[in-house]
């Protein structure tokens, strides 16, 4: 009988070890977890942050775009008019024709606020977003797998099998890696 009781009280001590370092992996994986989906909503934050941003830009270009065109054409319309007359009134044409393609130059060329500037504001606007997107899926995948990983640990507990909490940990690892790659390259993440 004292083998018996002796055989009972090591399987409890283990069965016991085993409930604890189950309860353990589901904390961390747990913890790991609020922090995944808190990045995950940061990440998407930035998608709309940016895409709005991109989009604003974009807006901005096309009136840019409109503006250059309204004074190419009209600088097109002033030159096909016959000369004057009055050589004054062709002076003030001449420097209207002359501001104009200054001004269509300016709305293309601006190194601060033309036509080009804008648009490299846009496109590196857009691959923020774009990177941003990215982030969202690959912490969203980690979530995925820490969430999975702590419905293991929790069944190892009920069940007590080794295999379903050794499932549970590599679940978690995965989503330990997962969740460092939306930090550091997501789109090897971005599934």
């Known amino acids: 009988m004292s083998e018996a009781l002796e055989h009972h009280e090591h399987a409890e001590h283990a069965s016991s070890h085993g409930n604890k370092n189950a309860a353990l992996l589901i904390a961390i994986l747990a913890a790991l977890l609020a922090v995944t989906e808190q990045q995950a909503q940061h990440a998407q934050i930035r998608v709309s942050t940016n895409g709005i941003f991109a989009a604003d830009a974009w807006s901005q270009y096309q009136g840019k775009s409109t503006r250059q065109t309204v004074a190419e054409d009209t600088s097109r319309m002033l030159q096909l008019f016959e000369p004057s007359t009055d050589p004054a009134l062709n002076d003030r044409r001449a420097a209207f024709v002359k501001q104009l393609q200054g001004d269509a130059t300016r709305f293309a060329k601006d190194p601060k606020d033309g036509k080009d ?65 939306g930090l550091t390259a997501p789109e090897l993440g971005a599934f």
Do not use: P, Y
Not at 119 to 144: G, I, M, V, Y
Not at 149 to 164: D, E, N, W
């Open 117 to 181: 500037a804008i648009a490299a504001r846009a496109k590196a606007l857009e691959e923020l977003r774009d990177h941003s997107l990215e982030q969202s899926h690959t912490f969203d995948n980690a979530a995925a797998a820490l969430q999975l990983g702590i419905v293991l640990a929790t069944a190892s507990v009920i069940t007590g099998s080794k295999l379903l909490i050794r499932f549970g940990f590599l679940m978690g690892l995965l989503g330990f890696v997962l969740g460092v790659l």
